[in-house]
């Protein structure tokens, strides 16, 4: 009769666990949010069946990767499009090509500033605090494309603007927010 009752507490769980995945990817909660609501919730489960916390982690990564067809929003998506053009012959592209890539094409720089960098941050912070993707400097580009990885901790929730800055003067150069095609 034991073996019944965690066998049922068990089945019930992971119900649970995969109902509870699905509706954090939906309020946006990440693996450690799910974790902590599982456990207060199954504390007597978890205690005895430690790998249902776990469980609940492996069904929200599923549920990402469309698994239920569950789609969290973020600020921008994959294919999202950035056109930019401003000062010292400074124009081009971005375009949001996997969750860590961003592919700049048509990039013109005309080599007179006196020194670049292209970023990615919320149009509604400092320019100069947003997350340095690559240093150009004075190198000039005609027609180049680049691809850009997002460091460690940026995601597609932690911005919706590309820039072009010069970080001699602290100015933007040119700038364009990401948009849907």
Request: net charge positive; glycine share 6%; proline share 4%.
């Amino acid at each position: 009769m034991t073996k019944m009752r965690i066998a049922v507490a068990v089945v019930a769980a992971i119900v649970f666990v995969a109902a509870n995945a699905m509706a954090a990817e939906r309020f946006g909660l990440d693996d450690n949010q799910v974790r902590r609501a599982i456990a207060s919730i199954f504390s007597p489960v978890a205690a005895v069946l430690p790998p249902v916390a776990d469980a609940a982690s492996a069904l929200h990564r599923r549920a990402a990767c469309g698994f239920c067809r569950v789609e969290t929003p973020t600020l921008v998506r994959i294919g999202d499009v950035a056109t930019f053009s401003g000062q010292h012959g400074v124009s081009g592209t971005a375009t949001i090509i996997a969750r860590d890539t961003i592919r700049v094409t048509n990039l013109r720089h005309d080599g007179s500033a006196p020194g670049l960098d292209l970023r990615i941050g919320l149009a509604t912070k400092q320019r100069q605090n947003f997350t340095v993707l690559r240093v150009t400097g004075r190198q000039s580009f005609q027609n180049a494309t680049l691809d850009l990885t997002l460091p460690p901790g940026a995601d597609l929730n932690s911005f919706d603007t590309f820039t072009v800055w010069c970080y001699e003067f602290t100015v933007i150069i040119a700038e364009g927010k990401f948009r849907r095609p």
